[in-house]
């Protein structure tokens, strides 16, 4: 399978895109992701931060972004995007219904591997006299570092398939490529060329996660 | 002055229909220097007790004050500085997974803003006090239980606390570590001159290293004493079979199919009484035989403790003066026959 110089410029073009939406993507799906899932953990009953009612209504916040199906959420949120970004559509304004359905996945899974934490742990610098928040980020987070190094792999994984849909409001990207290219004018070669891309890049991103996990894990 | 005094604590988990009441009104009396006992059986409320007073658990009702100061009324600052003053330890030893020995030791100074400079001097120091000075790099995923244990004794007294509160401490422990951590806070407690609160479900524990117990059933105290007299002549029911599970005798006998010829006694002799020709005597004063079938000595704390479960075979009349004269001495006797 050889491409024409034409096709690579194509390829080269749209990985750039996809590498875009998907670093930016990440970087905010952390910043926001994180936090929202110590809430969702804090605030339980019986934990340090004890809020049932805010609790109950984050939770459901999360649960409903979850429960829409992509590329319907993309539609969704157009007037958010517009607001935040001036426009809905390309590359950038992608990034806001990208951001969006990440963070609330990595509040789920940031929740799960806090709640593994055992909470005699939590108790233990409690009855050190720990504050709330020195418990937050210098028991639950560190305690939790392999697992959230996990939950981050597959956040990118989940990204760098949402970021396939981008195409739909003209984000571009790889996953537009093969559906433009390969499916509708029928170039195989450059569907099978992004598809070997993203596996190659998926691969590369589930081992570097697993080496970052191992490094940090001392059970 | 007491240096912890829990008057009326109530406890109740649930609301309504649902509710259990886990401490059922209990009033005790912690002396400053003192080691205090609460045994029990599993799920009568020791732990729920224990973590009322450094307000782990919010009471339903009642109150514990610490050095007079009452910890419900204490503001969430307060509550901290209180908790600095009180180290606890766990069953589950509780150690951050993610630090070192050392790293955990440091951990209540630097929630104590103790200047960072200063900690690692403060850690080696707690290190040593603990026998784990090689162990300062180690994980806990690579250290044994008991060495586990250490680390949680050096961490809890890191911010100079004057009360160890052990929560089932060595409960996780095999009886040789457990020996061994016993000992250290026994050394620990004398050197420093802490206050501490031994809550276990082992007799044998509280024996070794308390002055004091109180034991509980169903979220009540149902006795309380100095451990030498709670254990000499225990009064409730469930001090007895705490008592006879340690000493795996008495009633036996007879449960057993054992058939006495004369009077079947239980002697329990403590302090110098242990030194006593006591069997002799019996021979020598009244003519009669003691058959021994077991005789154990054990320490409660420092005070020597003998049992003695004999026959005494020989003239009754003559056996029940012995009794009289056993019991007019001050020793406690127990008639099983
Ligand atoms: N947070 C809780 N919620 C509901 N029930 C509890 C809670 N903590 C303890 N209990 C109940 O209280 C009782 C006493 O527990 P605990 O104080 O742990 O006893 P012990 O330490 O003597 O074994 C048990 O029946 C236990 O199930
Ligand atoms: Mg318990």
């Known amino acids: 399978m050889l491409l024409t110089a034409q096709q690579i410029l194509m390829l080269k073009k749209a990985s750039l895109e996809t590498f875009y939406m998907v670093s930016v993507t990440t970087a905010l799906t952390v910043l926001a992701g994180v936090p929202l899932g110590v809430l969702l953990v804090v605030m339980r009953p019986g934990h340090i931060l004890e809020n049932s009612w805010a609790y109950r209504v984050v939770g459901l916040v999360v649960n409903a972004t979850r429960s829409v199906p992509f590329p319907i959420f993309i539609v969704f949120v157009i007037p958010l995007t517009r607001f935040l970004v001036g426009t809905s559509i390309g590359s950038t304004a992608v990034i806001v219904p990208l951001t969006l359905a990440a963070l609330v996945l990595m509040a789920r899974l940031t929740e799960t591997c806090l709640l593994e934490i055992p909470h005699g742990v939590i108790e233990a610098a409690q009855s050190m006299g720990a504050s709330s928040w020195r418990i937050i980020t210098r028991v639950m987070l560190p305690e939790a570092l392999p697992g959230l190094f996990m939950a981050v792999t597959i956040a990118v994984i989940t990204l760098i398939s949402y970021s396939a849909m981008a195409g739909m409001v003209g984000g571009g990207g790889l996953g537009d490529l093969a559906i433009r290219y390969g499916y509708h004018r029928y170039q195989t070669d450059i569907m099978w060329a992004t598809v070997i891309l993203l596996v190659v890049v998926v691969q590369l991103v589930q081992l570097f996660g697993d080496a970052l996990v191992r490094k940090f894990t001392r059970r | ?337």
Not at chain 2, 167 to 191: G, N
Request: aromatic fraction near 4%; proline fraction near 4%; glycine fraction near 10%.
């Open chain 2, 1 to 337: 002055m007491a240096i912890i005094e829990i008057k009326g604590l109530r406890k109740s988990f649930g609301k309504g229909d649902k509710a259990l009441e886990v401490l059922r009104g209990i009033d005790l009396s912690v002396g400053e220097g003192e080691v205090y006992g609460v045994v029990g059986l599993s799920g009568a409320g020791k732990s729920t007790l224990v973590r009322c007073i450094n307000r782990l658990e919010r009471p339903s009702s009642g109150q514990v004050f610490i050095d007079g100061k009452d910890v419900m009324s204490l503001s969430d600052r307060q509550l901290r500085d209180a908790r600095r003053s009180m180290g606890m330890i766990f069953q589950s030893f509780n150690l951050l997974s993610s630090r070192t020995a050392a790293g955990n030791v440091a951990f209540p100074l630097e929630a104590a803003g103790v200047d960072k400079t200063l900690i690692p001097a403060r850690v080696s120091e707690l290190l040593e006090l603990v026998g784990l000075s090689d162990k300062a790099a180690s994980y806990p995923a690579q250290l044994s239980g008991g060495q586990k244990q250490r680390v949680g004794i050096a961490r809890a007294l890191a911010n100079n606390p004057r009360i160890l509160l052990c929560d089932e401490a060595t409960s996780a422990l095999d009886p040789q570590t457990t020996a061994s951590i016993l000992v250290l806070i026994s050394d620990i407690q004398k050197r420093l001159g802490l206050t501490v609160v031994v809550i276990s479900h082992e007799m044998q524990v509280i024996m070794e290293i308390c002055d004091r117990v109180a034991v509980m059933e169903r979220g009540e105290v149902v006795e309380e004493g100095s451990v030498v007299d709670v254990f000499s002549s225990p009064k409730h029911p469930v001090t007895r079979g705490f008592v006879e599970l340690i000493l795996k005798s008495g009633s036996r006998f007879l449960e057993n199919g054992y058939a006495p010829r004369g009077r079947l006694l239980r002697v329990s002799l403590i302090g110098e009484g242990v030194q006593e020709p006591f069997a002799g005597e019996l021979v020598r004063l009244f003519g009669l035989s003691p058959v021994i079938l077991q005789a154990h000595v054990d320490h409660i704390k420092d005070t020597p403790f003998g049992t003695l479960v004999i026959d005494l075979l020989g003239d009754g009349g003559k056996a029940e003066e012995a009794i009289r004269w056993i019991r007019e001495k001050g020793t406690a006797v127990e008639v099983l026959n």
